[in-house]
């Protein structure tokens, strides 16, 4: 069951993600080359709202790409997986498979739960970070609050 979620900004374009279950944790770096949080919260919300059962989210590195699988296996519960490819493949081409490079991270858990605890660790970005400073660190996006506040309504 996951039990910690967080997101850093480390430096003008690059960012850390850490996840954590009751089991183990992972923390990666990614950059700036793509906007893994609003593919992250338009993902859930369709996992939430039963339009999908599979989503897949690039978090991308310079070189390679961290991939964040979640797919429904019962009514509530979800597979977690995360995987590490050396060579950053396309946009395109990540999601056309669904697990390709070294699985690094593997856990079961409820949507609700990843839901509410990847929430819990944006409010905590959220709370170090104004939309504005978000912004300038991030470098390319701004942060996706239309999608995160869809994401809130969905959990409420």
């Keep these: 069951m996951t039990t910690h979620f967080n ?4 430096g003008s374009g690059w960012a850390e993600v850490f996840l954590k279950s009751d ?8 950059s700036y080359l793509s906007d893994p949080l609003a593919d992250l919260f338009e993902g859930l919300c369709r996992l939430i709202n039963n339009q999908s059962d599979f989503e897949r989210i690039a978090f991308f590195d310079e070189p390679g790409e961290h991939s964040l699988v979640i797919s429904k296996f019962d009514k509530d519960e979800i597979k977690i ?10 946009i395109d081409e990540a999601y056309k498979s669904q697990d390709t490079g070294e699985l690094i991270y593997s ?7 990843l839901a509410l605890v990847i929430s819990a660790g944006i409010q905590n970005l959220l709370e170090r970070h104004t939309l504005k400073d978000y ?3 991030w470098v390319s996006y701004d942060f996706p609050l239309d999608k995160y506040k869809q994401l809130q309504l969905l959990l409420n």
């Design 135 to 137: 912004k300038e660190k």
């Design 23 to 30: 089991k183990q944790n992972v923390r990666f770096e990614l």
């Design 107 to 113: 856990d079961t858990d409820t949507l609700r739960n």
């Design 7 to 10: 997101y850093w900004l480390t």
């Design 81 to 90: 997986e995360i995987f590490w490819e050396k060579e950053k493949e396309g």
